[in-house]
Structures are given as structure tokens and as C-alpha cells.
């Protein structure tokens, strides 16, 4: 299947997972990145550039809203990625994306952007996401490495779900209310070369917090819903697992039968050349198992291209979240280390030292970036749900309306078939 526009998958409906509760009875709290401000912009030379026309992308962004329900609010920021191309050179062969952003924010120079990355770009820019914003859940990347033999990592069908998948990591960053305004963000965005050697900063103060080593140190009081939040997140990824099994077990099948139907429908092709009373009844029958076996072949490629790829983000998601839950535990270690350190001081008179209360203001931060995080996380995660299974029961709707009416195709060639039988005698 050739690469192309991804297609969008239908919305209608609404289907949650079974067995698997929200740890958090909390109700979400959007969170809103500011309206967007209007403001000249000029070319580095220092011409000025006119927005102010309708056609301009100020005009035009300022109108549009949230494809998904995130409270109606505006967007400011978008980001696309399409356009794959192979790049062949002595060392090495590899494919670039073409990142297109169009956006009112005042912290770019101007509305429009184009730029070209590689897959290690998307990586540099998590890694730096992960190192100057730990208190929060990074997207994941579509997986790096491959096994060679199995997946051609040049196909236009590889290439294709990659970019489905960068184009969504981006998404998820340019809609983050956080991240989004992020520094190194902006800079993969904006910038032409993107010198990933220097850093636009180093890690934060929280950042070295969440690196502090508590040497196996055993939380005294983790809170409930953070516990909680762990015990989803195992239970969620046996149920992906159990699921991703039985889908790839499924198009295994589906392929197999698909095989043979390919070899079924030409044995009536060629038996209709040896009879001729009944060449076009046979000739109808080869047609039917011709399409029959377009429908489950575009069916098959539905499930491979499009159920299997959210499956697989998932699972790496739940990964990004427990990493920052670990992250979390480290900090809340550091804090518990240092306050039972004052606790069993000699000198009970000294007030608590800052360190102690900046390590407390350091968890709560942590705690509430965390809370906010999961709540966006559940919210996407229902709406990409919903759009995955009512998606694939459209899908498995169209494939068998596809059959049937192959099927009911034949039923005319037979009656004037027995018609004309009936007129002989």
C-alpha cells in the first residue's frame, strides 16, 4: 500500500475499556496556554511582514477550533509533519520529514515554518523535553530499531505509519499547555539547523532533584491515588497486551485466508472455459471471491496501519508514565530523607532548614504537573479509544457489506441461468 494522506478514522460513538477503573475520582481540569496576541512580525533583515489579511494564517488560526473536545479553547499552535523523503549518501541512508507550523504565538519571529528533520531530531527533542520538564508525561516516539530481515524500514508502508506517528508525538507536545512553550520546542520547530550539541539550557534545578539517589529507600506515606495510578497502569498494559496478541493472531489468519483466496477464485475462472452452460454462473462466482478478497485484503491492511500502531503507542506511553511516577517517588524519597534528618536533630529549637521546605514546594509541584498530566492522558486516551473501536467496527461493517453484495451480484446470473433451462425443456 502506497504511502499517502493518513486517513482520519471516524468519531461517532463512544467505547471504554472493560475492567480497568480511573484511579482518580478528580474532575479535569483543562488547562488553557493563554490566548493568542497579535503582534508585527518581520524578517530577520527587518522587513515587516503583513498579516493582517484574511487569507494570513493570523486570520485564519484565530478562527479555528479543536478538532477534539478540549473545552473549546482556541488553538494558537499548529504542527504537521509530512512530505517523507530518502536521503542516500556514502555513510549512511536515511528519511527526513518535512515539519510545517503555523501559529500566532508571539514567542516565534514569524507565522510560518518549514523545516526538515530526522527520526533523531524527534528523538533530541523528547530527550530535552524529558530532561527541562521532568514533573511531566512526554509523549512517546514510535519505537527506533527494527529487526532487519523482518520490516523494511525504506517501505513506503513503514515510512508511512512512522510519520503517522511523528506527526501525532508532535500533536501531542503542540497541544500540552506546557511543553508547547517549551524553548527546545521551539527551536525544532523554527530552526533551520538544529544544533543539537549545545543545549538552549541547562537541566533545571527540579531536574537534578528528580536525579537525587535515595539508595533503596522505601516510601513511609506514598499517596493513595498515585499507588492507584500504578495499579491502572499494570492492569492497562496486561489488557494491551492480551488485545495486541489476539489482533496479530487475527491478521495472521486473515492473511492465510487471503492466500487463499487468491488461488481459490481462478479455479472457476478456468473450469468456465470448459463449460458452457454454466461459463457465466462460474465466471460470476470468480468475480465474487475476487472481491471478497480485495475486501479482506483492504481490511487486513486496516488493522496492521491503523489498530495496531495505537496499541503499541499505548504501551510506550504507559512506560512514559511510570517512568515520571518513578521520578515522582524520588523526589518525595529526597524530601522524607532530609525532614526525618530534622526530625532526629540534636537541636530541636532551629527552625527547618529552607532546603527541607524548597524540597516540599518541589513535591507538591510535582504532585499537581503529575495530576494535570493524567487527567490530559485519560482525556486523549478515551477519545483515541473511542475513534480505534468504532473505526474498526466500521471497518469489519463495510468488509462484510462488501461480501454480501458480491455475493447477491451472482443471484441474477443463476435465475436467467435456471430460466433459460426451464424455457429448453
Known amino acids: 500500500m502506497s504511502a499517502g494522506a493518513p486517513r482520519s478514522l471516524p468519531s461517532s460513538g463512544q467505547k471504554s475499556i472493560q475492567d480497568i477503573c480511573h484511579p482518580l475520582s478528580a474532575e479535569e481540569s483543562a488547562l488553557n496556554p493563554g490566548s ?9 533583515n527587518g522587513t515587516p511582514v503583513d498579516t493582517s489579511s484574511p487569507a494570513s494564517s493570523s486570520s485564519l488560526l484565530n478562527r479555528l477550533q479543536l478538532d477534539d473536545d478540549l473545552d473549546g479553547e482556541t488553538r494558537d499552535l499548529f504542527v504537521t509533519v509530512d ?4 536521503h542516500v549518501s556514502t555513510m549512511e541512508t536515511y528519511i527526513t520529514y518535512r515539519v510545517c507550523t503555523k501559529t500566532t504565538r ?4 514569524l507565522p510560518e515554518y518549514s523545516v526538515r528533520r530526522r527520526y533523531q531530531d ?4 523528547r530527550n530535552k523535553l524529558e530532561e527541562s520538564q521532568p514533573t511531566h508525561l512526554i509523549p512517546p516516539l514510535p519505537e527506533k530499531f527494527v529487526m532487519k530481515g523482518v520490516v523494511d524500514r525504506f517501505s513506503e508502508e513503514f515510512v508511512e505509519t512512522r510519520r503517522k506517528a511523528l506527526d501525532k508525538f508532535l500533536k501531542r507536545v503542540a497541544d ?10 521551539n527551536a525544532f520547530l523554527s530552526a533551520k539547523d538544529l544544533n543539537k550539541r549545545q543545549g538552549l539550557a541547562l537541566l533545571t ?5 528528580v536525579k537525587y539517589v535515595t539508595g533503596g529507600y522505601k516510601l513511609r506515606a506514598r499517596p493513595v491515588e498515585f499507588a492507584a495510578m500504578g495499579d491502572y497502569l499494570d492492569v492497562f498494559t496486561q489488557k494491551l497486551g492480551t488485545i495486541d496478541r489476539i489482533a496479530q493472531r487475527i491478521i495472521k489468519e486473515q492473511s492465510e485466508f487471503l492466500m487463499e483466496l487468491r488461488e481459490y477464485g481462478p479455479v472457476y475462472s478456468s473450469w468456465s472455459s470448459f463449460e458452457e452452460d454454466l461459463h457465466d454462473p462460474l465466471e ?6 475476487s472481491n471478497c478478497s480485495s475486501a479482506l485484503e483492504e481490511l487486513t491492511e486496516d488493522m496492521s496501519e491503523d489498530f495496531l500502531p495505537v496499541l503499541r503507542e499505548y504501551v510506550l506511553y504507559i512506560e512514559s508514565m511510570k517512568n515520571v511516577l518513578k521520578k515522582r517517588d524520588q523526589v518525595q524519597a529526597e524530601y522524607e ?12 529549637k532551629t527552625p527547618v532548614p529552607t532546603d527541607v521546605e524548597k524540597c516540599q514546594d518541589r513535591l507538591e509541584c510535582f504532585n499537581a504537573d503529575l495530576k494535570a498530566d493524567w487527567d490530559r492522558w485519560e482525556n486523549n486516551k478515551r477519545q483515541d479509544f473511542r475513534q480505534l473501536l468504532t473505526g474498526m467496527a466500521d471497518k469489519n461493517i463495510q468488509y462484510y457489506e462488501k461480501c454480501l453484495a458480491a455475493w447477491e451480484s451472482l443471484i441474477p446470473l443463476l435465475q436467467d441461468k435456471q430460466e433459460a433451462k426451464g424455457e429448453t425443456n
Do not use: I, Q, Y
Not at 106 to 109: I, P
Not at 176 to 185: A, G, M, R, Y
Not at 284 to 289: A, E, F, L, R
Open 36 to 44: 493568542a496576541a497579535e503582534k508585527d512580525v518581520s524578517m530577520p
Open 83 to 86: 512530505d517523507p523523503k530518502k
Open 106 to 109: 508571539t514567542e516565534f519571529d
Open 122 to 125: 524527534f528523538d533530541w527533542l
Open 176 to 185: 500540552h499547555p506546557v511543553l508547547s512553550f517549551n524553548e527546545h520546542f
Open 205 to 209: 534545578k527540579m531536574g537534578e532533584s
Open 284 to 289: 460470476g462466482v470468480s468475480g465474487c471471491v
Open 337 to 348: 530523607t532530609k525532614l526525618e534528618a530534622v526530625v532526629f536533630r540534636e537541636d530541636k
